[in-house]
């Protein structure tokens, strides 16, 4: 096993940008995918296979991979965009590993 | 559509038995697997486990091989999560999930079930 690391806290104003990472050695051959959870909420997949979005998440969010670092980008920050983020990537044989999460706070 | 729906909140003494459900519905695939992640209060995300029913395949994260068992049942499209002896400690919001894998470096959890809590109290 290994560990994904993030960042525990990001605070942004609204209408700016908003990146969290997400960092390992394993991430240099393995992709991230990303979550964001609500208080009181299920987490929501928002970004997986580094980069790929699915068709119900904002354009806002995106991400990229350089090297052993996972970005999620968070263009255009709203109010509503305030949540916990969590990376996750693979571990042994569908195993799953996650970041300890990052809290984004809209000023 | 898939949807991912659990069984309810559960009160339960220390040494209790308990077992967790979760439906998958909408379906299309054959060998879905479904994957067990617990999330303490004010905490983050655990991998329990992840089951894949119609090859009757379990996987187990060391923190908790031995602790729980995780099974499915293709009849139903149903996955578990079971304890034989509760303890306080396992008080918690448990998700499962739909594990999407693709090849041996890239996977995702989607969708995921709306969580049951457990709480463990004398």
């Known amino acids: 096993s290994y560990e994904l690391s993030q960042p525990p806290s990001v605070s942004v104003s609204p209408g700016q940008t908003a990146t969290v990472t997400c960092s390992a050695e394993a991430l240099a051959r393995q992709y991230a995918s990303w979550y964001q959870q609500k208080p009181g909420q299920a987490p929501v997949l928002l970004i997986y296979?580094?980069?790929e979005r699915p068709s119900s998440i904002p354009a806002r969010f995106s991400g990229s991979r350089s090297g052993t670092t996972a970005t999620l980008t968070i263009s255009g920050v709203q109010a509503d965009d305030e949540a916990d983020y969590f990376c996750q990537s693979v571990d042994t044989s569908r195993g799953c590993v996650f970041g300890n999460g990052t809290s984004v706070t809209v000023l | 559509e898939v949807q991912m729906v659990q069984s309810g909140a559960e009160v339960k003494e220390p040494g209790e038995s308990l077992r967790l459900s979760c439906q998958i519905s909408?379906?299309?695939?054959?060998?879905?697997?479904i994957t067990w992640v617990r999330q303490m209060p004010g905490k983050g995300l655990e991998w329990m486990g992840t089951t894949t029913p119609g090859d009757s395949e379990t996987y187990y994260s060391p923190s908790f091989q031995g602790r729980v068992s995780i099974s499915g049942d293709t009849s139903v499209n149903t996955a578990y999560l079971q304890w034989n002896s509760l303890r306080a400690s396992d008080t918690a919001i448990y998700y499962c999930?739909?594990?999407?894998?693709?090849?041996?470096?890239?996977?995702?959890?989607?969708?995921w079930g709306q969580g049951t809590l457990v709480t463990v109290s004398s």
């Open positions: 909408g379906n299309t695939f054959v060998n879905y697997s």
């Open positions: 296979q580094d980069t």
């Open positions: 999930a739909r594990l999407l894998q693709f090849g041996e470096s890239q996977n995702h959890l989607d969708p």
